[in-house]
């Protein structure tokens, strides 16, 4: 620990100064920290820009939630903690992101499909998205790289430093547990394209 806090203090008291709002001590655990969570970031989201904001999130969080940091627990997994929240926010909204851009796209060149053929592409997208929202998170990381970005089990297993096995059966489990939300939705959802379809006329 002293390698990096250098010889006069250590992590605690750093922590302890930066509770008290010291920003000098801010910058030397920004200093300490932000070369490591930057390389982790960058591994998964694959982008410089994004990989700084995260980055720059990560810290803010910290700063903003000073007084509630526990000196006494390892503050390196408290911060890797709130970096890897963040990268799970970040593809939770690109994913939803794309998901709508698909649709959109669906729709100009399906233009001749009828009313109805649309708006289940559109609820069934969002059936998608609400779906894949009630994994756990790993498990939801792991399946929107695989079947929502289209990255190899491979690359995944590299990014997220699990094995293959793990990603496949991450897959397996989520593919199962869309099923049942499909399933256990299935009344819900041709309730809301009747209702739609029938306001259109």
Partial sequence: MNNYLGHEECEKELLLRIQQGDVKAFGQMYTIYSPRLYANILKLVKSATITEELLQDTFQRIWEHRQNIDTDKSFRSYI???????????????????????????????????????????????????????????????????????????????????????????????????????????????????AIIISQF
Avoid: W
């Fill in 80 to 194: 890797f903690t709130i970096a890897r929240n963040l990268v799970y926010d970040y593809f939770n909204k690109a994913s939803r992101q794309r998901l709508l851009e698909r649709h959109l796209q669906a729709i100009e060149e399906k233009s001749v499909l009828k009313t109805e053929q649309r708006l289940e592409e559109k609820e069934s997208g969002l059936f998608l998205e609400k779906a894949v929202r009630q994994l756990p998170p790993q498990r939801k990381l792991v399946y929107t790289l695989c079947k929502i970005e289209g990255r190899s089990y491979e690359d995944v297993s590299i990014m997220l430093g699990i094995s293959v096995s793990t990603i496949s059966d991450h897959i397996v489990k989520a593919t199962k547990s869309i099923k049942a939300y499909y399933q256990s939705n299935e009344l819900a959802y041709k309730a809301i394209i009747s």
